[in-house]
Protein backbone atom coordinates (compact mmCIF):
# COMPACT_ATOMS: atom_id res chain seq x y z
CA UNK A 1 0.00 0.00 0.00
CA UNK A 2 1.05 3.34 -1.12
CA UNK A 3 1.64 5.94 1.82
CA UNK A 4 -0.35 8.71 0.39
CA UNK A 5 -3.37 7.41 -2.73
CA UNK A 6 -4.46 9.62 -5.57
CA UNK A 7 -6.87 7.97 -8.16
CA UNK A 8 -4.71 9.19 -11.06
CA UNK A 9 -7.39 9.90 -13.75
CA UNK A 10 -7.92 11.83 -16.22
CA UNK A 11 -10.71 13.87 -14.58
CA UNK A 12 -12.37 15.00 -16.62
CA UNK A 13 -15.54 18.34 -15.67
CA UNK A 14 -17.21 20.65 -17.95
CA UNK A 15 -16.21 24.52 -17.50
CA UNK A 16 -17.84 25.86 -14.73
CA UNK A 17 -18.73 22.77 -12.68
CA UNK A 18 -17.44 21.39 -9.37
CA UNK A 19 -13.44 19.07 -9.69
CA UNK A 20 -13.30 16.77 -6.46
CA UNK A 21 -10.16 15.54 -6.06
CA UNK A 22 -9.49 13.12 -3.41
CA UNK A 23 -6.17 11.71 -1.54
CA UNK A 24 -6.11 8.68 1.36
CA UNK A 25 -2.85 8.45 3.46
CA UNK A 26 -1.75 5.43 5.70
CA UNK A 27 0.42 7.63 8.57
CA UNK A 28 -1.47 8.39 11.02
CA UNK A 29 1.33 10.46 12.22
CA UNK A 30 0.52 12.95 9.43
CA UNK A 31 -0.35 16.22 10.76
CA UNK A 32 -0.50 18.44 7.60
CA UNK A 33 -1.88 17.93 4.14
CA UNK A 34 -0.96 19.82 1.11
CA UNK A 35 -2.40 20.29 -2.38
CA UNK A 36 0.12 21.07 -4.87
CA UNK A 37 -0.84 22.20 -8.68
CA UNK A 38 1.76 20.78 -11.32
CA UNK A 39 1.02 22.07 -15.05
CA UNK A 40 3.27 19.81 -17.74
CA UNK A 41 6.47 20.49 -17.74
CA UNK A 42 6.44 22.95 -14.94
CA UNK A 43 7.42 22.62 -11.05
CA UNK A 44 4.65 22.20 -8.17
CA UNK A 45 2.98 25.18 -7.32
CA UNK A 46 1.80 24.96 -3.67
CA UNK A 47 -2.26 26.06 -4.01
CA UNK A 48 -2.84 25.33 0.31
CA UNK A 49 -2.55 23.48 3.11
CA UNK A 50 -4.88 21.67 5.58
CA UNK A 51 -3.98 20.64 9.55
CA UNK A 52 -7.23 20.40 11.21
CA UNK A 53 -10.91 18.31 10.19
CA UNK A 54 -13.22 20.23 8.32
CA UNK A 55 -12.78 22.34 5.79
CA UNK A 56 -10.27 24.98 4.91
CA UNK A 57 -11.44 27.47 1.30
CA UNK A 58 -9.72 29.67 -0.38
CA UNK A 59 -11.10 31.38 -3.10
CA UNK A 60 -12.54 28.87 -5.92
CA UNK A 61 -10.71 26.16 -3.87
CA UNK A 62 -11.91 24.46 -0.92
CA UNK A 63 -9.88 21.50 1.23
CA UNK A 64 -11.26 18.66 3.11
CA UNK A 65 -9.79 16.54 6.03
CA UNK A 66 -10.86 13.87 7.98
CA UNK A 67 -8.41 12.27 10.20
CA UNK A 68 -10.84 9.47 11.60
CA UNK A 69 -10.79 8.15 7.78
CA UNK A 70 -7.43 9.26 6.61
CA UNK A 71 -9.30 11.08 3.91
CA UNK A 72 -8.06 14.53 2.30
CA UNK A 73 -10.07 16.38 -0.57
CA UNK A 74 -9.80 19.71 -2.87
CA UNK A 75 -13.04 20.68 -4.03
CA UNK A 76 -12.15 23.41 -7.40
CA UNK A 77 -15.48 25.16 -7.56
CA UNK A 78 -16.43 26.76 -10.83
CA UNK A 79 -13.73 25.42 -12.70
CA UNK A 80 -12.13 26.53 -15.45
CA UNK A 81 -9.80 25.16 -18.48
CA UNK A 82 -6.95 26.90 -16.82
CA UNK A 83 -7.54 24.68 -14.05
CA UNK A 84 -6.20 21.76 -16.20
CA UNK A 85 -3.60 20.61 -14.73
CA UNK A 86 -2.09 17.40 -12.33
CA UNK A 87 -3.17 17.94 -8.67
CA UNK A 88 -0.47 16.16 -6.32
CA UNK A 89 -1.36 15.38 -2.54
CA UNK A 90 1.42 15.43 0.26
CA UNK A 91 1.15 14.25 3.80
CA UNK A 92 3.06 16.03 6.36
CA UNK A 93 4.93 13.76 9.35
CA UNK A 94 6.54 16.92 11.05
CA UNK A 95 8.79 14.24 13.29
CA UNK A 96 10.09 13.68 10.42
CA UNK A 97 11.07 17.07 9.40
CA UNK A 98 10.31 18.39 6.36
CA UNK A 99 9.75 15.27 4.47
CA UNK A 100 6.95 15.49 2.22
CA UNK A 101 5.27 11.94 1.06
CA UNK A 102 3.28 12.59 -2.53
CA UNK A 103 1.09 10.78 -4.16
CA UNK A 104 1.07 10.12 -7.44
CA UNK A 105 -1.49 12.74 -9.07
CA UNK A 106 -4.52 13.15 -10.19
CA UNK A 107 -5.01 14.65 -14.08
CA UNK A 108 -7.33 17.00 -14.62
CA UNK A 109 -9.48 18.26 -17.35
CA UNK A 110 -11.66 20.75 -17.31
CA UNK A 111 -13.38 21.02 -20.47
CA UNK A 112 -14.69 24.54 -22.68
CA UNK B 1 10.09 38.35 -2.93
CA UNK B 2 12.70 36.49 -5.43
CA UNK B 3 11.25 32.38 -5.43
CA UNK B 4 13.42 29.37 -5.05
CA UNK B 5 16.20 29.34 -7.63
CA UNK B 6 17.49 26.07 -9.30
CA UNK B 7 20.79 25.96 -11.35
CA UNK B 8 21.45 24.88 -13.80
CA UNK B 9 18.21 24.02 -15.41
CA UNK B 10 19.44 21.32 -17.73
CA UNK B 11 21.99 19.07 -18.20
CA UNK B 12 23.55 16.29 -20.37
CA UNK B 13 25.51 13.69 -19.00
CA UNK B 14 26.40 10.09 -19.62
CA UNK B 15 26.86 7.38 -17.23
CA UNK B 16 29.28 7.56 -14.93
CA UNK B 17 29.62 11.45 -14.63
CA UNK B 18 28.71 13.45 -11.84
CA UNK B 19 26.72 16.19 -10.89
CA UNK B 20 26.54 19.03 -8.85
CA UNK B 21 23.05 20.92 -8.35
CA UNK B 22 22.77 23.82 -7.04
CA UNK B 23 19.62 25.38 -4.87
CA UNK B 24 19.00 28.74 -3.20
CA UNK B 25 16.28 29.28 -0.76
CA UNK B 26 13.51 31.90 -0.51
CA UNK B 27 15.22 34.30 1.65
CA UNK B 28 14.90 33.66 5.25
CA UNK B 29 14.11 30.26 4.76
CA UNK B 30 16.53 27.94 6.68
CA UNK B 31 15.14 24.20 5.40
CA UNK B 32 16.08 23.06 1.72
CA UNK B 33 14.51 19.36 0.74
CA UNK B 34 15.65 17.84 -2.48
CA UNK B 35 12.87 15.62 -4.16
CA UNK B 36 13.12 13.39 -7.79
CA UNK B 37 10.41 13.49 -9.84
CA UNK B 38 10.17 10.24 -12.56
CA UNK B 39 7.19 9.41 -14.77
CA UNK B 40 7.17 6.35 -13.31
CA UNK B 41 8.01 6.91 -9.56
CA UNK B 42 6.41 10.42 -8.83
CA UNK B 43 8.06 12.49 -6.54
CA UNK B 44 10.30 11.20 -3.94
CA UNK B 45 11.47 12.84 -0.79
CA UNK B 46 15.83 12.58 -1.41
CA UNK B 47 16.51 14.79 1.85
CA UNK B 48 16.18 17.43 4.00
CA UNK B 49 19.05 20.33 5.35
CA UNK B 50 18.16 22.35 8.19
CA UNK B 51 20.57 25.13 9.52
CA UNK B 52 23.32 23.31 7.08
CA UNK B 53 22.29 19.75 9.02
CA UNK B 54 21.17 16.57 7.11
CA UNK B 55 17.40 16.51 9.19
CA UNK B 56 16.27 13.42 7.11
CA UNK B 57 16.82 10.96 4.08
CA UNK B 58 14.93 9.53 1.65
CA UNK B 59 15.76 5.74 0.65
CA UNK B 60 17.65 6.56 -2.31
CA UNK B 61 21.84 5.03 -2.71
CA UNK B 62 24.24 6.58 -1.31
CA UNK B 63 25.78 8.02 -4.72
CA UNK B 64 23.11 10.69 -4.13
CA UNK B 65 24.33 13.59 -1.54
CA UNK B 66 23.71 17.02 -0.33
CA UNK B 67 24.90 19.70 1.65
CA UNK B 68 23.81 23.26 2.86
CA UNK B 69 25.86 26.34 3.42
CA UNK B 70 25.68 28.50 6.14
CA UNK B 71 23.77 31.23 3.80
CA UNK B 72 20.75 28.25 3.58
CA UNK B 73 21.56 27.63 -0.28
CA UNK B 74 22.15 23.60 -0.76
CA UNK B 75 24.06 21.54 -3.48
CA UNK B 76 22.71 18.12 -3.95
CA UNK B 77 25.55 15.79 -5.77
CA UNK B 78 24.78 12.33 -7.60
CA UNK B 79 27.57 10.39 -8.34
CA UNK B 80 28.40 7.38 -11.04
CA UNK B 81 25.29 8.29 -12.93
CA UNK B 82 23.12 5.82 -13.83
CA UNK B 83 20.40 5.76 -17.20
CA UNK B 84 17.70 5.90 -14.06
CA UNK B 85 19.17 9.26 -12.40
CA UNK B 86 17.00 10.99 -15.66
CA UNK B 87 14.65 12.58 -13.83
CA UNK B 88 13.65 16.38 -12.39
CA UNK B 89 15.17 17.15 -9.42
CA UNK B 90 13.57 19.88 -7.46
CA UNK B 91 14.14 22.02 -4.18
CA UNK B 92 11.71 23.08 -2.11
CA UNK B 93 12.07 25.73 0.80
CA UNK B 94 10.34 25.98 3.83
CA UNK B 95 10.43 29.09 6.83
CA UNK B 96 11.07 26.54 9.24
CA UNK B 97 10.24 22.91 10.05
CA UNK B 98 7.01 22.36 11.87
CA UNK B 99 3.67 21.29 10.95
CA UNK B 100 2.81 24.45 8.81
CA UNK B 101 5.69 23.84 6.96
CA UNK B 102 4.50 25.23 3.53
CA UNK B 103 7.28 24.55 1.16
CA UNK B 104 7.51 26.18 -1.85
CA UNK B 105 9.47 24.49 -5.49
CA UNK B 106 11.71 26.06 -7.23
CA UNK B 107 11.88 25.05 -11.18
CA UNK B 108 13.74 22.11 -10.81
CA UNK B 109 17.15 21.32 -13.01
CA UNK B 110 16.39 18.19 -15.40
CA UNK B 111 18.61 15.99 -15.95
CA UNK B 112 19.41 13.76 -19.31
CA UNK B 113 22.02 10.63 -18.24
CA UNK B 114 23.09 9.04 -21.71
Known amino acids: QKEVEQNSGPLSVPEGAIASLNCTYS??????FFWYRQYSGKSPELIMF????GDKEDGRFTAQLNKASQYVSLLIRDSQPSDSATYLC????????????FGQGTELSVKP | KAGVTQTPRYLIKTRGQQVTLSCSPI?????VSWYQQTPGQGLQFLFE???????NKGNFPGRFSGRQFSNSRSEMNVSTLELGDSALYLC?????????????FGPGTRLTVL
Open chain 1, 50 to 53: IYSN
Open chain 2, 92 to 104: ASSLERDRYNEQF
Open chain 2, 49 to 55: YFSETQR
Open chain 1, 27 to 32: DRGSQS
Open chain 1, 90 to 101: AALNYNQGGKLI
Open chain 2, 27 to 31: SGHRS
